[in-house]
């Protein structure tokens, strides 16, 4: 599976972005999505997760009610639509893809896209 994240750009705080990440391959829709962002000098985090079978999703406690996640398996494309955003928000975000375990830790991801940068001012 190869992952293409886009949709990134600078916005002033308050402000809302859709992530993309497309996906080439067979089989999208049999992996767990995810994304996760890294912000300068600091750990890569998780973000947000898209379960394949059940499309059931999770967040981190830091973009809930803010951020959701959806894919549309038919376009092999899953989102992250932003809302609200927040200075802290600013990192290069990334999406993977997993074929199972946790989705919280990032080494259950085998694809990763290149990274979009998302810049919020305050």
């Known amino acids: 599976v190869q992952l293409q994240a886009s949709g990134g750009g600078l916005v002033q705080a308050g402000g809302s972005l859709r992530l993309s990440c497309a996906a080439s391959g067979r089989s999208f829709s049999n992996y767990n999505m995810g994304w996760f962002r890294q912000a300068p000098g600091k750990e890569r985090e998780f973000v947000a997760a898209?379960?394949?079978?059940?499309?059931?999703?999770d967040y981190a406690d830091s973009v809930k009610g803010r951020f959701t996640i959806s894919r549309d398996n038919a376009k092999n494309t899953m989102y992250l639509q932003m809302n609200s955003l927040k200075p802290e928000d600013t990192a290069v975000y990334y999406c993977?893809?997993?074929?199972?375990?946790?989705?919280?830790?990032?080494?259950?991801?085998?694809?990763w896209g290149q990274g979009t940068q998302v810049t919020v001012s305050s």
């Open positions: 898209i379960r394949s079978s059940s499309g059931s999703t």
């Open positions: 993977a893809a997993s074929r199972g375990g946790s989705v919280f830790w990032e080494l259950n991801y085998s694809y």
